[in-house]
T-cell receptor, first 112, second 113 residues
């Protein structure tokens, strides 16, 4: 069965420091992987996706993610965190059958 | 381009009632998916429609149903509401293929008393 794991409920980082939010997946076949961010009382906003090609994917707001097939990981990264990055982050995998499976979410706190 | 819109934004219902939520996708998008978000279960897939046909559904009881109209607008219905149906219901639209990005609406927050 397809699954997505975000092993950290919460990540704390100081403003200006690099941040990483971890995601591992289990799918059959080639995965379509996505990262979304959710601010309080809002829907999800798309950050970036991996379909095929370069393992390093660049997305919105300075975020990037590295696809690692051997480790089945798709970690979200940003070189320098901002306080405004504080939010709930979701990793997701979309199946060929159009079902999207989300991770449990990781809450990011960026301290000034 | 206007984003995904969902109506109503907030709803309060009592147990046993039914509710209908509406979603208007981004212009040109023909795929609409629905998700339930709760603190305990996280984000769970309900169903996905394309050109008025349900292409996939999640593991929810038959009380949860949906449909899509010829203009791609979608509705979901929950009958015989239970307390556990209290959640944020999110709708997302996309073009056609599974690798295409889904864009989410702001959600409808349903409270069942």
């Amino acid at each position: 069965a397809q699954s997505v794991a975000q092993p950290e409920d919460q990540v704390n980082v100081a403003e200006g420091n690099p941040l990483t939010v971890k995601c591992t997946y289990s799918v059959s076949g080639n995965p379509y992987l996505f990262w979304y961010v959710q601010y309080p009382n809002r829907g999800l906003q798309f950050l970036l996706k991996y379909i095929t090609g370069d393992n390093l994917v660049k997305g919105s707001y300075g975020f990037e993610a590295e696809f690692n097939k051997s480790q089945t990981s798709f970690h979200l990264k940003k070189p320098s965190a901002l306080v405004s990055d504080s939010a709930l982050y979701f990793c997701a995998v979309r199946e060929l059958g159009f079902k999207t499976i989300f991770g449990a979410g990781t809450r990011l706190f960026v301290k000034a | 381009k206007a984003g995904v819109t969902q109506t109503p934004r907030y709803l309060i219902k009592t147990r046993g009632q039914q509710v209908t939520l509406s979603c208007s996708p981004i212009s040109g998008h023909r795929s609409v998916s629905w998700y339930q978000q709760t603190p305990g279960q996280g984000l769970q897939f309900l169903f996905e429609y394309f050109s008025e046909t349900q292409r996939n559904k999640g593991n929810f009881p038959g009380r949860f149903s949906g449909r899509q109209f010829s203009n791609s607008r979608s509705e979901m219905n929950v009958s015989t509401l239970e307390l556990g149906d209290s959640a944020l219901y999110l709708c997302a639209s996309s073009l056609r293929q599974p690798q295409e990005t889904q864009y989410f609406g702001p959600g409808t927050r349903l409270l069942v008393l």
